[in-house]
């Protein structure tokens, strides 16, 4: 049965129109249900779920995006070697996190709707986010689902680059990228922050210097952009890296209840009702989530093959196993 705080989270995320989170509520309550030997209730809670699946297409303009967009500023000269803009494509319903990362990034989003509310009684809303995890797993994603939700432009940092450049160099385009951040409002992606932390991946380079040169700038920044910085291996970030955030969330590998998630965003329009979803949960275990999404492609292609629109078991199980044996291979 649902906990309290399941059924609080429930009523909220139905007030709140917000699907997302309202989804991942119910699928938690259904993975304990199925934990617990309860698989008939799970099974008829998690049918009832599915077939409830609607939710607003990508991009559809409705309550909070019927706002207007922030435009972008179309980066030249030197800023243009330091970052990249994107026109963010996706909202956060794309997205299958678990419900805990799913209700905090639904609160970074209340925070940043309400800023003037919580300005006006000396408050910050939360704007600077680390995000740790797996490779595949929606750090990224999760960016560009911020910037669609709040209709701000996306931009994305190349750390990689400023890995590679004397640290001097790469603190003078670090400031270029904090001007921008303070003038022009937008999610600003600060990709694997790992490739500045850890010198033994680049022996001779100033990352870390640069990496301090980051952290000041990201101390000293008081604008209303919104830093999503993310890492695969938060490990190498030492507490003064960590300390600069106001929030730090965990992308673990996906879940069942979230790979099936992954599977019904991927394969949206697809006829789902043959999947043998244990099977396809117990075959994706210990897989990200991009490769389950790559295997839910691989079969939709398939399925198209075929001459229709339904998904076999088989062929998601084969992909699946496809995409973990190329894992075994991967160096
Ligand atoms: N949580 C998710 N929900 C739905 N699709 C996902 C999710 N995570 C990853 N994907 C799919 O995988 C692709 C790559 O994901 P993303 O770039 O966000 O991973 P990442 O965590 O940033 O990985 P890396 O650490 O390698 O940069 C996405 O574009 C999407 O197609
Ligand atoms: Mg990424």
Do not use: K, L, N
């Given at each position: 049965m649902a906990t309290a705080a399941q059924v609080k989270a429930l009523v909220e995320s139905h007030s709140l129109g917000d699907d997302a989170r309202f989804r991942s509520v119910v699928l938690e309550i259904v993975e304990n249900a199925a934990r617990t030997g309860r698989t008939r209730y799970a099974q008829e809670v998690r049918a009832l779920l599915d077939a409830a699946?609607?939710?607003?297409?990508?991009?559809a303009a409705s309550g909070a995006a019927a706002r207007r967009p922030v435009s972008a500023v179309q980066p030249r000269g030197e800023l243009a070697r330091a970052l990249t803009v994107v026109e963010p494509a996706t909202r956060l319903a794309d997205v299958a996190l678990g419900s805990e990362v799913m209700g905090r990034l639904h609160r970074v989003l209340a925070e940043q709707r309400r800023a003037e509310a919580l300005r006006a009684r000396g408050f910050e809303p939360v704007r600077r986010l680390l995000l740790a995890g797996?490779?595949?797993?929606?750090k990224s994603l999760t960016a560009e689902a911020l910037a669609g939700e709040l209709l701000l432009p996306l931009y994305e940092v190349r750390l990689d680059a400023l890995a590679d450049l004397p640290a001097e160099e790469a603190g003078s385009r670090l400031r270029l990228v904090f001007d921008l951040l303070a003038r022009s409002r937008g999610v600003y992606l600060f990709d694997d922050l790992d490739t500045l932390a850890d010198p033994a991946d680049r022996p001779g380079a100033g990352a870390r210097e640069t990496l301090r040169t980051f952290t000041a700038l990201l101390e000293q920044d008081a604008s209303d952009s919104v830093v999503v910085a993310t890492s695969q291996r938060p490990q190498v970030l030492e507490r003064w890296v960590l300390r600069r955030f106001d929030a730090l969330l965990d992308y673990p590998l996906p879940t069942t209840g979230v790979v099936h998630e992954v599977v019904l965003r991927r394969l949206r329009g697809f006829d789902l009702s043959a999947v043998e979803w244990p099977r396809v949960a117990s075959t994706a275990s210990g897989l990200s989530h991009e490769e389950v999404s790559a295997a839910a492609q691989s079969a939709a292609k398939q399925a198209v093959l075929d001459g229709g629109r339904h998904v076999e078991t088989t062929a998601l199980l084969t992909a699946l196993r496809e995409r973990r044996q190329m894992l075994k291979m991967a160096p």
């Open positions: 699946r609607t939710g607003p297409a990508p991009g797996p490779p595949g797993t929606g």
